[in-house]
């Protein structure tokens, strides 16, 4: 059983930088890959980024790689996703996701969600 609740987003102005956070609770969180969705209107829900249970084993999409990082501290039970550069297309309500393995969550299968947080970036 786990639970997610994100925070962090916001309205940011084009080029600007705006940081995430995931907070988790649940005897498996720490066990779980975490990561990233976005959903805007009239786009596919896509996924933006995550990791495994160690931190070790990082995936990114193609349109964030280079500009965002996603990391977690198990002490604090906490999952951030650092974004730079951020343009119109990133404008999505984002969604912290946790499941099994990272290859479970990439495919948005037997996942656990949180509630979303909005991000708008404006010119």
Known sequence: QVQ???SGGGLV???GSLTLSCAGSGRSFTTYAVGWFRQAPGREREF???LNWSGRNIHYADAVSGRCTVS???AKNTVYLKMNILNHYDTAVYYCAAAPSITTLKQQGGGYWGQGTQV???S
Do not use: H, K
Request: proline share 0%; no cysteine.
């Open 4 to 6: 997610l609740v994100e």
């Open 48 to 50: 933006v980024a995550g």
């Open 13 to 15: 102005q084009a080029g």
């Open 72 to 74: 977690r501290d198990l």
């Open 120 to 122: 708008t970036v404006s």
